[in-house]
């Protein structure tokens, strides 16, 4: 399993395909890529945003530019799990992601008081202090889904992920309730 790493760069591209195009997709893979060592992986992520949605709006817009700040879980959320508050930026179609990591109720206390605790320094934590206070950010939206993520044999920095049951719900946004709300597809007749 691979480390925690706070700063990442990527270029994503985000498809979606119907079991046809999947299949065929599986096939292709086949000796190129495999599961990494994660498996399965429900992730659970609470989204920032301004009273009045601005950063969603603005992100719909497809600008050159955009940001947003998460609140993420991996699996089953409670006052113990690793949590991680991450600022993810894309530029010019590459993301840069920064992120910090605590515990689940540490991550509820700064949220609700600004106060981070004492073992999170450097400038990651004042970004995502600054990007809070500049916007006026509140927690807004929460949404789960269940990913399998693929690695590439010969090329590590190649991850190809999959998702699917992708929830959302605008109340209760807090990580450990109940992964109910509105599925974002529509269900396989």
Not at 47 to 60: G, M, N, W
Not at 111 to 124: A, D, S
Not at 160 to 173: C, H, L, P, Q
Request: no cysteine.
């Amino acid at each position: 399993m691979a480390g925690f790493k706070d700063v990442f760069q990527r270029i994503e591209v985000k498809y979606l395909l119907d079991d046809i195009q999947y299949n065929e997709l599986m096939k292709r893979l086949e000796g190129m890529a495999a599961i990494d060592s994660y498996g399965e992986t429900s992730i659970l992520n609470i989204y920032f945003d301004t009273p009045d949605f601005k950063l969603i709006e603005r992100s719909l817009e497809k600008p050159k530019y955009k940001e947003k700040l998460r609140l993420r879980t991996y699996g089953k959320a409670s006052d113990d799990t690793n949590a991680f508050i991450e600022i993810k930026k894309k530029y010019k179609g590459v993301v840069y992601k920064r992120r910090i990591s605590m515990k689940l109720q540490e991550a509820y206390d700064y949220i609700e008081t600004g106060k981070l605790p004492e073992h999170l320094v450097g400038n990651i934590p004042v970004e995502i202090d600054y990007m809070i206070n500049r916007y006026r950010l509140f927690p807004k939206a929460y949404i789960s889904y269940k990913r399998v993520a693929w690695a590439g044999n010969n090329n590590p920095d190649l991850r190809i992920t999959f998702d699917r049951d992708i929830t959302s719900r605008y109340d209760d946004v807090k990580l450990e309730s109940q992964a109910d709300g509105h599925k974002i597809l529509p269900e396989k007749t």
